[in-house]
């Protein structure tokens, strides 16, 4: 069983940073591709970003290209998510993802919220 616990949400100014991470476990974990999803007050869950397993490929959401950051630590079974600039629209509870393969990626956890305050 698939278990991920978030952290590193919170309240922050717009144009701030926060470095979110995750931390799974009940995986083989340097197999999976891993991922983080975001869903907005009163919106459905949206892509945010994912990386392969070895850390070589990453792909984000036109949104926050350029000013977030996705890595991974196959030897702590974490994955990060560093986020910069931020928006009052990037203001979402944050999900943690894991898979197998891209199509495969699901949130687990029970996210972490992020605030930004305009």
């Known amino acids: 069983q698939v278990h991920v616990v978030e952290s590193g949400g ?6 701030g940073s926060l470095s979110l991470s995750c931390v799974a476990s009940g ?3 340097s197999s999976y591709y891993m991922g ?6 009163g919106k459905g869950r ?3 970003a994912r990386i392969n397993w070895n850390g070589a490929r990453t792909d984000y959401a036109d949104s926050v290209k350029g000013r977030f950051t996705i890595s991974r630590d ?3 079974n974490v994955v990060y998510l560093q986020m910069n600039s931020l928006k009052p629209e990037d203001m979402a509870v944050y999900y943690c993802a894991a898979g197998m393969t ?3 990626l699901k949130c687990w956890g029970q996210g972490t919220r992020v605030t930004v305050s305009s």
Not at 10 to 15: E, F, N, R, S, T
């Open 10 to 15: 919170g309240l922050v100014q717009a144009g």
């Open 27 to 29: 995986i083989s974990f």
């Open 36 to 41: 983080w999803f975001r869903q907005a007050p």
């Open 46 to 48: 949206e892509f945010v």
């Open 74 to 76: 196959n030897t702590r």
């Open 102 to 104: 891209v199509a495969a």
